[in-house]
């Protein structure tokens, strides 16, 4: 009995690898200290989810490609929200003098 | 853009080897600095797995926006923030990352479970391939058309924002009256606004 090999990339891998990419990206969001490198796990998430799409769109959608309309969406309000998210970081580490996510607690209680 | 197939298949390992790897030092070098440089490789792997997906309007866009905008923009705010601080020991830190590690272990094992039973309608339409960029252009301005001038929209609302975020200085004069300000608001502005809590 052998495993035989698929002679194409499946759609299947597409996903696994988006799996793998958005798993590591939560991760990092939990466990970074850096403020600056959680930002930096929300760009990965969003680009699992931007391989999705574009799997998707092209394995099950290939004439109409609404998939890659998403993921040009999706591109558009990364670089929106890195913009923001990058001017808040800077405002919070010139009030705080930290970049250190443990110390942004004014919010908790 | 049509690949033989065996060369797809290699080129697919490669990228997402690149990119899983990538994607875990980003997370987990401790210098800052390389991870922002791999997260730039990691945006780049992705564009090929867009070229090789017959997608070469977004594997573009990936390139300008990502690695040109989104990579340099973190890349000046670790210039900007670069202070080498020795952060505090927190309790249970150790446990937490465990935690975590295990809530994203099953996340991942469901996401592929997903990926792996769900009866896909496979084989889809035939792929358009180069016609893509086409069909794009034909989408954003008759369907998409909506979306499109919103994300216009909120593109411009971010610029602004963040602008407004970042900003340092503080008017000498009041905008609305011309008077000067309160001297008090402009040297208090100088200073930490936040005072660091004590508990």
């Given at each position: 009995m052998s495993i035989e090999l698929p002679t194409t990339v499946p759609l299947q891998a597409y996903l696994a690898l988006a799996a793998v990419l958005f798993c590591t990206g939560v991760w990092g969001l939990i466990n970074s200290r850096n403020a600056v490198r959680v930002l930096m796990s929300i760009e990965l998430m969003l680009n699992a989810v931007n391989i999705n799409l574009m799997a998707f769109s092209s394995y099950l959608d290939g004439q109409l490609i609404r998939g890659q309309v998403f993921a040009i969406f999706v591109i558009t309000v990364a670089a929106a929200e890195a913009a923001v998210g990058l001017a808040i970081l800077l405002s919070l580490y010139r009030n705080r003098e930290t970049v250190d996510m443990e110390r942004f607690n004014l919010l908790r209680w | 853009m049509t690949i033989a197939s065996s060369a797809q298949l290699i080129c697919f390992v490669v990228l997402s080897a690149v990119v899983a790897l990538g994607a875990l030092g980003v997370v987990l070098l401790p210098n800052i600095v390389y991870s922002a440089f791999l997260l730039g490789g990691v945006f780049l792997a992705v564009a090929g797995l867009y070229l090789l997906l017959n997608a070469s309007f977004v594997a573009a866009a990936q390139v300008l926006v990502y690695v040109g905008a989104v990579n340099v923009l973190i890349l000046f705010a670790i210039m900007l923030v670069n202070k080498q601080e020795t952060m505090a020991d927190i309790p249970g830190l150790r446990l937490r990352r465990l935690l975590s590690g295990g809530v994203c272990a099953g996340l991942f094992a469901l996401l592929l479970r997903v990926a792996f039973t769900t009866p896909w309608?496979?084989?889809?339409?035939v792929p358009i391939g180069e016609e893509a960029t086409i069909r794009i252009g034909e989408h954003l301005f008759s369907d998409y058309l909506l979306p499109f001038e919103l994300a216009s929209v909120l593109l411009l609302m971010a610029m602004i924002g963040a602008i407004v975020l970042a900003r340092r200085d503080v008017f000498s004069s009041d905008v609305a009256t011309g008077e000067p300000a309160d001297q008090g608001l402009i040297e208090k502005s100088r200073t930490p606004l936040l005072l660091e809590k004590t508990n």
């Open positions: - | 309608a496979l084989p889809g339409p």
